[in-house]
């Protein structure tokens, strides 16, 4: 079992920065991949980010240059550096993994950025 705890979401102006931290119960380089989605008030949730077991990140198309995704193995922790926040950014950031063909979720973070 695979528990997730995210943690840094808050309250920020339009234009400012937050870093969100997820860290893992276990040791995450035997993750296939770690990442971060988000879910606005009735939308869908959506990808932010994710990192791959070998370091290849992808990026959802409204956070590309504005968010960067890295990891820290020796802490189990996965880091989303979010710059140049938009309101449209306000949302219940989740984390996500994938281990062993199964995928778990953390419990989110809630991020509101103000106009």
């Known amino acids: 079992q695979v528990q997730l705890v995210e943690s840094g979401g808050g309250l920020v102006q339009a234009g400012g920065s937050l870093r969100l931290s997820c860290a893992a119960s276990g040791s995450i380089i035997r993750f296939n991949f770690m990442g971060w989605y988000r879910q606005a008030p009735g939308k869908q949730r959506e990808l932010v980010a994710r990192?791959?077991?070998?370091?290849?990140?992808n990026y959802g198309d409204s956070v590309k240059g504005r968010f960067t995704i890295s990891r820290d193995n020796a802490k189990n922790t996965v880091y989303l550096q979010m710059n140049n926040l938009n309101p449209e950014d306000t949302a219940v950031y989740y984390c996500n993994a994938d281990f062993v063909a199964k995928n778990y979720w953390g419990q989110g973070t809630q991020v509101t950025v103000s106009s």
């Open positions: 990192i791959f077991s070998g370091g290849s990140t």
